[in-house]
């Protein structure tokens, strides 16, 4: 729900409400959504960068899957879920064939609780995470640049954008301000096979 494309069809972060700059040292606030948070930020001892590694990771699962990997009906047992030893992430059995390969290697390495053994949480950092066959063809410059395709057509993403920006109103309240957004048409929606508009 805070990923959002662009007209090109490349990914924005939109809502940065409880980010933080990053500091030297370990960061003792929990400034997260509680699905997303590592074991080290739930202990309560400080954390560094690799929290994000982890968070990576649990989108992509969330992405591959369709809910996130420690999905439980309280906070309370979110967070035994992602304390447990050993941590289980399993996969659905309707998918769990197609979550195989890199996605899976990718997601099990992001998900590491030690934040030191996790992949991005060492000294590489980034390049460690960019060098895993998962990225294998990623044009790692060429997408800093723009100049990666998206995988979506340009007019796609155009005609089914329901982004709307938002100014102040009034009272210090934001009101939409509509740009050429438009619901998806049944010519759009055929590209995407098995969604259904929002109504």
Known sequence: ENLMLDTRGY???????????????????????PVYLAPEVLRGKGYTAAVDWWALGVLLYEVAVGCTPFEAESHFAVVQRIMARPRVIAYPPCIEAHAAGRTRDLVSQLLVGAPSKRL?????????????????????DGLVRREVCSPW?????????????????????PEPVWLDARPCDADSL????GWEPLV
């Not at 993403?157 to 009034?170: I, N, T």
Request: proline fraction near 9%.
């Open 11 to 33: 990914v924005k972060l939109c809502d940065f409400g409880i980010s933080q700059a990053p500091l030297p040292g370990a960061l003792l606030a929990a400034a997260r959504t």
């Open 120 to 140: 991005g949480g060492g000294g590489g950092d980034a390049a460690e995470v960019r060098s895993h066959p998962f990225f294998e063809g990623v044009d790692w």
């Open 153 to 173: 057509p340009e007019q796609i993403v155009r005609r089914c954008s329901d982004a709307v920006p938002f100014e102040a109103g009034k009272e210090g309240e």
């Open 190 to 193: 055929a590209e995407f096979p």
